[in-house]
């Protein structure tokens, strides 16, 4: 089976600007999560989905956000871009409902200037 | 929800056995605890998964104290390879999904 893929891989974009990364899961797998990562605060729950539902979100802005297709497929987009959003963003899919071992994609490495 | 804590960093040679542990106090009852893989430019990769007691798998060895409060993973005779960094994650799902990792701890494997 092929793995998470997200793409773009890398990303430039500059303070103000909104960005959509997007996250294609192991094929079967109903549970998408996404997570940023940073030297400063390491890996910090966005958000979960699973069958098109959010189902949870972590203490991130309201400019966070995401959605889940009907294929499983998500993306998360970001509005009004600051400099701290600068980040890898992964994306982890799971079989579900529980969320029990995720299987995480290479990440997207988002820089905003 | 649970907050968790690792060591920053530890040294290891090759060959020997390490043990790192992942300090969650708050865990709550139906909180199950992951450990994760990290190397540079990749995503985290699932090593072990439990919620009490011991588990082991072909890689690694999780032990559960029976208060949860803390968890250790122990890598037998690491090699080279296994230098990374190691998280464990504290994952809720009592009628929310929220998953609480560590602040990961940097094994380095020397020769």
């Known amino acids: 089976k092929a793995g998470v893929t997200q793409t773009p891989r890398y990303l430039i974009k500059t303070r103000g600007q909104q960005v959509t990364l997007s996250c294609s899961p192991i094929s079967g797998h109903r549970s998408v999560s996404w997570y940023q990562q940073t030297p400063g605060q390491g890996l910090q729950f966005l958000f979960e989905y699973f069958s098109e539902t959010q189902r949870n979100k972590g203490n991130f802005p309201g400019r966070f956000s995401g959605r889940q297709f009907s294929n499983s497929r998500s993306e998360m987009n970001v509005s009004t871009l600051e400099l701290g959003d600068s980040a890898l963003y992964l994306c982890?899919?799971?079989?579900?409902?529980?969320?029990?071992?995720?299987?995480f994609g290479p990440g997207t490495r988002l820089t905003v200037t | 929800l649970a907050k968790t804590t690792q060591p920053i960093s530890m040294d290891s040679y090759e060959g020997q056995e390490v043990n790192i542990t992942c300090s969650h106090n708050n865990i709550a009852t139906n909180d199950y605890i992951t450990w994760y893989q990290q190397f540079p430019s990749q995503g985290p990769r699932f090593i072990i998964q439990?919620?009490?007691t011991k588990v082991t798998n072909e890689v690694a060895s999780l032990f559960i104290p029976a208060d949860r409060k803390s968890s250790t993973l122990s890598l037998p005779r690491v090699s080279l390879s296994d230098t990374a960094v190691y998280y464990c994650l504290v994952g809720s799902f009592s009628g929310t999904y929220k998953y609480i990792f560590g602040t990961g701890t940097r094994l380095k494997v020397l020769a």
């Open positions: 982890a899919s799971s079989p579900g409902p529980l969320p029990n071992e995720q299987y």
């Open positions: 439990g919620y009490k």
